[in-house]
């Protein structure tokens, strides 16, 4: 009940301080499950495009972190190439992840991994290898997926 | 005896149960819950629930602040181990290994801001309309509220019902709603009308939507889809009036309603820049007015005393023509009859605080040229003292040589007397001559005596004369430097 409270509040402070080039809504008064439209920032290759992420609070949260997913596809080292277009990085992980963190932290995060992607820390092996060695095939296919997908 | 006790124990019994049935009635405040009234500090917020803190402690290991149960909760979902000596983790700020004490708390000023808090009653959906402060709102619903639910007053009851209910008997009949007829409880009709009634729902006026009475304030000023309102550039010349949300996406396009908070604040501030202006010239009017009283006093005896005075003065001081003349010009129209216009070199002035400022001025001149003139004097006379003092020095030193002289003589002259007397001694003579030199031994020796005690006495005068020279000139310029500091200070 308490976590809900803190939801509440937290959804309110983006909606009247939204984080730069992000929308968020939430379906059918259902706040566990939010749906936000990001900008591709931009000072990055996803400039124009327009991702829409969905994220997922756990009936634990804040003790517990949220779970991000892009529902629109896009060209990334750290996102999975796959339907469910997960994003784990950071204090994403459970073992990093800390309560005083919020969405909002998150959204922030995005935007600067879209900006400057970590292909250390990379779920796609092949594109993070691409981007470290040809980084203008990457670029490229990322643009192009932007113009295919994130319009 | 025993049935005595007995009683007791069921008595005990009763008002354990009645206890308990009240705390299930009414949960406690959960603080996290409540609606704020008052704003508050965002440091007064815990972290974690983004509430002000409820029960704070302060981690020792780190000093980060939470409120007790969400820094238990916090810890619960890690995976923490048993230990005899509390509960312990991660600090959810900074990841430091840290520990909750027993005794773990924070300072009570924290406790104290927190508690003073203003808060809605947690009853203010059934209509409660209370505000008060956290510390007390526990207090509120436990003795105050009238819609605590308390056991029905009525023998053999022990359903709940609101307090302020209580002296109506019992009141759980069923009855039927009458505007949509529903069956309930009559001590639950008000808050049924309130809340949920469909039939009750008021119709929004503008929109024709059904609305519940207790939403209708909310709806006409946010929610309303058909209350158009004007662009909040209206009052820059935009026209558009648009409802809910359209009027939200205009708000959001239109450059004149971007434009107005800030021409508010300009507008804002330029009036409370020409209120300070008003102001500042009523100020100036006074300023006027106490000066041409302070003229007016002085007008009488104005610059002809003054000169005259700084006239005698020795010191090269300005001419009379140098003093600043009453102002003319605007000024004479306010005063012209109090004071008389003598009017010499000094040109009109702009105003009478311009006057008053050249003839500032000139006074500050006057004095820096007094007092150069007086240390000039005063340099002028300790050298004169100087040269006086050298002479006389000199002077002294000169007799100081004679009286040496004269002293080796009468020494000189002493000695040879009594070396005669001795030589004259030995070969005794008669005694009648013994006895006339002797007579003339005395006679020479006091002679001797006396002239020596004139040559001491002599020297002491002279010593003392010229301590007396030192004094006095030590004096003398102790007393000019007194006067001339007496007189800057004058001036
Ligand atoms: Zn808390
Ligand atoms: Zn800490
Ligand atoms: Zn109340
Ligand atoms: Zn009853
Ligand atoms: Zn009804
Ligand atoms: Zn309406
Ligand atoms: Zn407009």
């Not at chain 2, 030589?423 to 002679?447: E, N, Y």
């Not at chain 2, 007393?479 to 200070?489: D, L, P, V």
Request: hydrophobic fraction near 30%.
């Amino acid at each position: 009940m308490a976590a809900n409270k803190r939801i509440m509040k937290e959804l309110g402070d983006v909606n009247t301080n939204p984080p730069p080039g992000c929308k968020i809504t939430t379906k059918d008064e259902d706040i566990y499950n939010w749906d936000v439209s990001m900008d591709g920032p931009d000072d990055s290759i996803y400039k124009g495009g327009k991702f829409t992420i969905a994220i997922v609070l756990p009936k634990e949260y804040p003790f517990k972190p949220p779970t991000l997913s892009f529902r629109t596809k896009i060209y990334h080292p750290n996102v999975t190439n796959d339907d469910r277009g997960a994003m784990c990085l950071g204090m994403l992980r459970a073992e990093e992840w800390k309560p005083p963190n919020k969405i909002a932290d998150v959204l922030k995060l995005v935007r600067a991994v879209l900006s400057a992607p970590q292909p250390d820390d990379a779920v796609e092996a092949g594109i993070a290898d691409q981007f470290k060695n040809d980084r203008k095939g990457f670029d490229k296919t990322a643009q192009d997926w932007v113009k295919k997908y994130a319009k | 005896m025993q049935r005595l006790e007995a009683r007791r124990g069921v008595e005990e019994q009763h008002f354990l149960a009645r206890r308990a049935r009240s705390h299930s009635y009414n949960p406690p405040v959960d603080l996290r819950l409540v609606d704020y009234v008052s704003s508050y500090d965002p440091n007064l917020m815990c972290p974690i629930c983004r509430c002000p803190f409820v029960d704070p402690v302060v981690l020792a290991e780190c000093g980060h602040c939470f409120c007790r149960e969400c820094i238990r909760q916090s810890w619960n979902t890690q995976t923490t181990t048993y230990t005899p000596h509390g509960p312990h983790g991660d600090c959810p700020s900074c990841r430091t290994p840290a520990r909750l004490r027993p005794r773990s708390t924070t300072n009570n000023i924290l406790i104290n801001m927190t508690d003073e808090l203003i808060v809605r009653c947690p009853k203010s959906d059934e209509g409660c309309k209370a505000e008060v402060k956290r510390g007390e709102v526990q207090d509120h619903v436990n003795i105050y509220c009238g819609f605590t639910l308390v056991e029905c007053g009525a023998d053999h009851c022990e359903l709940p019902v609101r307090r302020k209910d209580v002296a109506q008997g019992c009141l759980h009949y069923g009855v039927s709603c009458l505007s949509c007829r529903k069956e309930l409880d009559k001590c639950n009709l008000d808050c049924h009308w309130r809340n949920d009634c469909p039939a009750r729902q008021t119709e929004c006026a503008v929109c024709k939507s059904m609305v519940f009475p207790r939403d209708l304030a909310e709806h006409s000023s946010t929610a309303c889809a058909a209350i158009s309102v004007p662009c909040p550039g209206a009052a820059l010349g935009c026209s558009n009036r648009s409802t809910g949300a359209q009027a939200r996406t205009h708000a959001d396009t239109c450059m004149l309603a971007k434009l107005a908070p800030i021409l508010t604040t300009q507008h804002e501030r330029l009036e409370e820049q020409e209120a300070a202006q008003k102001q500042m010239s009523r100020k100036l009017e006074v300023l006027e007015d106490g000066f041409t009283t302070i003229q007016s006093i002085l007008s009488p005896f104005s610059s002809d005393n003054m000169v005259d005075k700084l006239g005698t003065d020795p010191a090269p001081g300005p001419r009379p023509t140098d003093l600043p003349g009453p102002y003319s010009a605007d000024f004479d129209l306010d005063a012209p009859a109090s004071f008389s216009a003598p009017n010499t070199s000094a040109g009109p002035y702009a105003s009478p605080l311009h006057h008053l400022l050249h003839m500032h001025e000139s006074l500050r001149d006057e004095i820096s040229r007094i007092s150069s003139a007086l240390s000039e004097l005063d340099g002028r006379h300790s050298m004169q003292n100087l040269n006086e003092n050298l002479r006389t020095r000199e002077e002294i030193s000169y007799i100081g040589a004679q009286l040496g002289g004269l002293q080796r003589q009468v020494h000189w002259l002493t000695s040879a007397q009594l070396h005669r007397q001795q030589a004259g001694r030995s070969p005794t003579p008669g005694s009648a001559t013994s006895a006339g030199t002797a007579i003339t031994d005395a006679t020479s020796g006091a002679g001797v005596e006396a002239a020596l005690g004139a040559v001491n006495t002599a020297a002491t005068a002279l010593r003392g004369a010229a301590r007396m020279v030192n004094v006095g000139g030590r004096e003398a310029s102790g007393m000019r430097r007194g006067a001339s500091e007496e007189g800057r200070t004058k001036l």
